[in-house]
């Protein structure tokens, strides 16, 4: 059932391209306002435009904040659990620093970590961090207290309360933190290459934008839209590991 749903997505896609080159060819639609699929993918070929180079450093930068994220995020909501006056003093201060703009801090970012890869992975774990922490922390309190008492009553410590019971009832909640921020970083690592960035495809935009070259630009979006794919459908990876996979064999 699972492989039929995935059929019908990519599809779903190669229907949209279709409709996207009828569109154009049917409207006669001059290729600077929006060019056909064909004139884009055709853009990949150009090597003075130095894809590689561009693709790698948006993906350090979306991979490097994301990670960071999940193994900030998730250490902090373990403590948070493990020490509730931690979790009340903290948990409201991050609140607080999430509704922060992160885009309007970005020139703060530049002016700590300066140009270049950092910050923009800085950016991309700023945005994406909350999310996770949020997810994780909620599905280690939202354990069954039955279960929790029971496994008391059979002389279960703490460590072993959380690596066999709340661990385990927390990925749910942390796969869903952690498709949000799958979204997020890549948003972030982009906003950060728009800024102040001297590569990367965010930068490549803003080049040919001035350019006026629009199947290059839309070449760009389409590589970062594939680079989000590939982080999401990772994520999505792990959980039919760690998730789906385990439930069918129980």
């Known amino acids: 059932m699972k492989l039929v749903g995935y059929g019908y997505a990519v599809l779903a896609h190669i229907g949209f391209l279709v409709l996207w080159q009828l569109v154009v060819m049917g409207l006669d639609v001059p290729s600077y306002i929006l060019p056909s699929p064909i004139e884009t993918f055709a853009e990949i070929t150009d090597g003075s435009y130095n894809w590689w180079m561009h693709t790698w450093t948006t993906t350090a930068e979306i991979f490097g904040g994301y990670i960071l994220a999940i193994i900030v995020g998730v250490a902090l909501a373990v403590m948070f659990v493990w020490v509730p006056a931690l979790n009340a003093a903290v948990m409201p201060l991050l609140v607080t620093l999430n509704m922060v703009p992160k885009v309007a801090m970005a020139p703060l970012f530049i002016i700590w970590f300066s140009y270049g890869v950092i910050p923009n992975m800085v ?15 909620r599905g280690l309190v939202e354990v069954e207290p039955d279960l929790i008492n029971l496994v008391k009553a059979l002389k279960a410590n703490r460590w072993q309360i959380f690596i066999k019971i709340q661990l385990p009832g927390s990925l749910p909640y942390l796969f869903s933190g952690m498709k949000v921020a799958a979204i997020l970083a890549v948003a972030g690592a982009v906003v950060g290459e728009f800024i102040a960035s001297e590569k990367g495809l965010g930068n490549f935009l803003l080049i040919q934008q001035n350019a006026l070259n629009t199947s290059a630009m839309m070449m760009a979006l389409l590589l970062i839209t594939a680079i989000g794919m590939a982080l999401y459908g990772f994520v999505l990876l792990l959980e039919y590991i760690f998730i789906t996979r385990k439930g069918i064999q129980s």
């Open 123 to 137: 950016i991309a774990f700023s945005i994406c961090f909350f999310p996770i922490v949020l997810t994780t922390y």
